[in-house]
């Protein structure tokens, strides 16, 4: 429809798998943020939060 107003992308969403407990390098053992990471999910740019998705939490991996 010419009318329509395009559409905002989703949001970015949350890695958070629901298993919330830090590991000794202050890492969660669900999602790998850290607790500052975690703090400012929220507030993030969608920009940021891919950043951390995308570059950050891939280098994180379990060992």
Known sequence: MPN???TAPP???TPCIGVCQLDPQGYCIGCRRTIDEI???RAMSDAE???V???VLPAR???
């Open 4 to 6: 329509e107003l395009p």
């Open 11 to 13: 949001p970015v969403a």
């Open 39 to 41: 703090g400012r999910w």
């Open 49 to 51: 939060r891919l950043r």
């Open 53 to 55: 998705m995308r570059d």
């Open 61 to 63: 991996k379990h060992p």
